[in-house]
């Protein structure tokens, strides 16, 4: 048996259930090998503003991000975007079976979680966001959410590259 097939072996007896996600280090390691897809959730309310949550990660930094999150193994864009309403916004959403925009993202300087394809589905509030987790001063705290009539100074860069051109609407 080849070295790779020994990897190969050994991954899939550490990785029961890829759909469950991979664990951060093998997420990490498969990142630096390929891109990663993940949806991304653009929700406005009647008022036209735009709802980003608070991220804080060791790679990209902290600040306002599209809520979103990347695919599982044999996971709809469906599923994923529930989850990421669940869990980042504490509410449901509607959205339309295909995403609106897809938009590739490459950091030059970095392999891990360096190369994304983001596909933007807007979105509609179905419930409303759990305001246990809205950001209620200037310092905002991880996983919180906040509604924006302009794109904040503190916009994630990797987000306004993609995205920033939404708040010029």
Same mark, same amino acid.
């Given at each position: 048996?080849?070295? !790779?097939?020994?990897?190969?072996?050994?991954?899939?007896?550490?990785?029961?259930?890829?759909?469950?996600?991979?664990?951060?280090?093998?997420?990490?390691?498969?990142?630096?090998? +390929?891109?990663?897809?993940?949806?991304?959730?653009?929700?406005?309310?009647?008022?036209?503003?735009?709802?980003?949550?608070?991220?804080?990660?060791?790679?990209?930094?902290?600040?306002? =991000?599209?809520?979103?999150?990347?695919?599982?193994?044999?996971? +709809?864009?469906?599923?994923?975007?529930?989850?990421?309403?669940?869990?980042?916004?504490?509410?449901?959403?509607? =959205?339309?079976?295909?995403?609106? #925009?897809?938009?590739?993202?490459?950091?030059?300087?970095?392999? !891990?979680?360096? =190369?994304?394809?983001?596909?933007?589905?807007?979105? #509609?509030?179905?419930?409303?966001?759990?305001?246990?987790?809205?950001?209620?001063?200037?310092?905002?705290?991880?996983?919180?959410?906040?509604?924006? +009539?302009?794109?904040?100074?503190?916009?994630?860069?990797? #987000?306004?590259?993609?995205?920033?051109?939404?708040?010029?609407?």
């Amino acid at each position: 048996m080849s070295d !790779i097939s020994k990897v190969i072996e050994l991954l899939e007896e550490t990785v029961s259930d890829a759909s469950q996600g991979l664990g951060e280090e093998l997420f990490h390691a498969v990142s630096k090998l +390929t891109p990663m897809v993940n949806v991304e959730l653009l929700i406005r309310d009647e008022e036209g503003r735009t709802l980003l949550t608070w991220r804080d990660d060791e790679l990209y930094g902290p600040g306002w =991000h599209f809520p979103g999150g990347v695919l599982r193994f044999k996971e +709809t864009f469906a599923q994923r975007i529930e989850t990421v309403a669940r869990l980042e916004l504490g509410s449901t959403v509607s =959205h339309a079976e295909h995403p609106d #925009q897809v938009r590739a993202s490459m950091n030059e300087t970095r392999d !891990i979680r360096g =190369h994304f394809v983001s596909l933007l589905f807007y979105c #509609q509030l179905t419930s409303p966001l759990d305001d246990n987790r809205k950001a209620t001063n200037a310092e905002p705290q991880k996983g919180q959410w906040a509604w924006h +009539t302009q794109k904040p100074d503190n916009l994630l860069p990797v #987000q306004d590259r993609q995205f920033g051109y939404i708040f010029e609407d």
